[in-house]
């Protein structure tokens, strides 16, 4: 009997591709955005009203995965940006690959901004690196304050929250401060920006939290 | 939901490995998960079990420890060696 040691990360083979992509959009100076919630939090939505609200020259390119259908992208194309669909055909999240082959026909010097819509699932995108600045992660006021203890590890990887729907708040017994401080006890620290797609609310700052990161070279 | 993929990445690594040592035979597999991995311990084994249920490597165990934070590892391999031919 001997044992051999391995050391080695399970998803390196993804790890690999997404270094790959890391050094694409570096090479480009692209921030590219990983957005992760449940499915029917508000990301759609909430790229929507991003798109609508970036400034008119920002090259924004958006990938959008869903399991079935390419609703999203129609949805998001009606703003004039480059949308893809990636349909995952029953696998729950994006890998590293899927993004590789839904860039290959776009040229990334065109672009300075990728705004990647993963499969709406709290667990599975979590894993898998797609070559993102950050991942971003989305909370909407109708589901549990405890949802960041219950799936902590896309709280802990990701660089902002958004809390999403809160123009509902007086309708729900949701306990917003609990749940930034449930966010917070995994994430210390955890940027979190409350929004609403519907009335506005908060937009201003999760745009102004893009475009800071953005890679524009200062002004002179 | 996403384990499948996780023990089949699992599966191709070791395959890798044991391709380079012919005359072993695979017992054992360390793995280290922290809790912020996303992976669920009791479906990845499902999942392996199900990967390997008709390969020489039906025998093989996993042993998961937890790892640190988001960590998910392939730490060791355990084989047993057959004695080279002494004929």
Redesign the interface.
């Known amino acids: 009997m001997s044992q051999i040691p391995i050391e080695r990360k399970v998803l390196n083979a993804n790890d690999a591709i997404a270094a790959t992509l890391r050094e694409r959009f570096l090479e480009h100076d692209i921030l590219c955005l990983n957005l992760i919630s449940s499915p029917g939090s508000g990301k759609t939505l909430l790229l929507e009203r991003t798109l609508e609200r970036l400034a008119h020259d920002t090259h924004v390119a958006v990938l959008t995965g869903d399991i079935q259908t390419d609703n999203d992208a129609r949805r998001l194309a009606r703003s004039g940006f480059p949308v893809k669909q990636i349909t995952t055909a029953g696998a729950c999240h994006l890998d590293a690959r899927m993004v590789e082959t839904a860039l290959a026909d776009w040229k990334l010097a065109d672009f300075e901004l990728l705004l990647i819509e993963n499969v709406g699932n709290l667990v599975c995108p979590t894993s898998y690196d797609l070559g993102e600045n950050s991942k971003v992660v989305l909370m909407s006021v109708t589901e549990g304050e405890d949802k960041p203890l219950k799936y902590p590890g896309v709280f802990y990887k990701a660089d902002v929250m958004v809390l999403t729907k809160i123009d509902l708040l007086p309708h729900l017994e949701f306990d917003d401060a609990l749940a930034c401080e449930n966010a917070r006890q995994i994430h210390p620290g955890l940027e979190i920006i409350r929004t609403s797609a519907r009335t506005g609310a908060g937009l201003e700052r999760w745009v102004a939290w893009i475009e800071t990161r953005l890679h524009r070279p200062a002004a002179a | ?2 384990e499948l ?2 023990a089949n ?2 599966l ?2 070791v395959q890798k ?1 044991m391709t380079r ?1 012919p005359r072993a035979r695979l ?1 054992k597999i ?2 280290r998960i922290g ?5 669920e311990e009791s479906s990845l084994r499902f999942c392996f079990e199900v990967l390997v249920r008709d390969t020489e490597m039906r025998a093989a165990v996993l042993d998961i420890e937890r790892g640190q ?2 960590e ?10 057959d004695e080279p031919d002494s004929h």
């Open positions: 939901m996403h993929s996780i990445s699992v191709e690594a490995e040592r017992t360390g793995l809790e912020f991995s996303g992976v934070r988001d998910l590892d392939l730490s060791y391999l355990e084989v047993e060696e």
